[in-house]
């Protein structure tokens, strides 16, 4: 297996998880809290769709499925287009109110922009240095393997979230 193929194959996982989580949801458990402050399912995984936009649209040098397809104009957030969640208030996540059909398909432009990114990658690629800002300096590889954790960390707490509003019959 290549470097590329098993990021593709990690990447794929995501994409599994987000549509699990996804399944059969109504917009009542996709904006259900646990508390007043807690993130929602939806909010969550736009918030994972938009990390890997942004970042992987950076590393390809294209641009974000997000703007470039018309993503940010169908989710009509109170927000600019270049948001990605990070620095967001409990208004801002209870703002992010989509059903199902948007963010799976919002995420799954996001998976295929992904894979055809990845599929260009070969394992010297992996080194290359994007950001000598941190110290050590970010390579392409510490970019992804960020990524990955960042999604499967919020895709696993969505898939939480989901089992306490279905236990609450949310």
């Known amino acids: 297996m290549t470097p590329s193929e098993l990021l593709i194959e990690e990447f794929s996982r995501i994409q599994g998880y987000v549509g699990a989580t996804l399944k059969n949801t109504t917009v009542a458990t996709l904006t259900y809290r646990a508390d007043a402050d807690a993130n929602t399912i ?23 499925v ?22 967001h208030t409990s208004a801002d996540v209870a703002a992010v109110r989509a059903d199902a059909e948007l963010l799976v398909g919002y995420y799954d432009a996001v998976h295929t922009a992904t894979v055809a990114y990845l599929g260009t990658l070969v394992e010297a690629d992996l080194d290359r240095v994007i ?39 949310a």
Do not use: C, K, M, N
């Open 131 to 169: 950001d000598e800002s941190w110290t050590p300096a970010v390579t392409v590889g510490v970019r992804l393997a960020s990524v990955l954790s960042d999604d499967l960390q919020h895709a696993g707490q969505a898939a939480f979230v989901r089992g306490l509003a279905d236990r609450a019959d």
């Open 42 to 64: 939806a909010w969550l995984i736009w918030h994972l769709s938009r990390v890997q936009d942004d970042h992987l649209a950076d590393l390809a040098g294209t641009a974000q």
């Open 66 to 87: 997000y703007t470039g397809q018309g993503w940010a104009e169908r989710f009509d957030l109170p927000f600019g287009p270049t948001a990605t969640g990070y620095g």
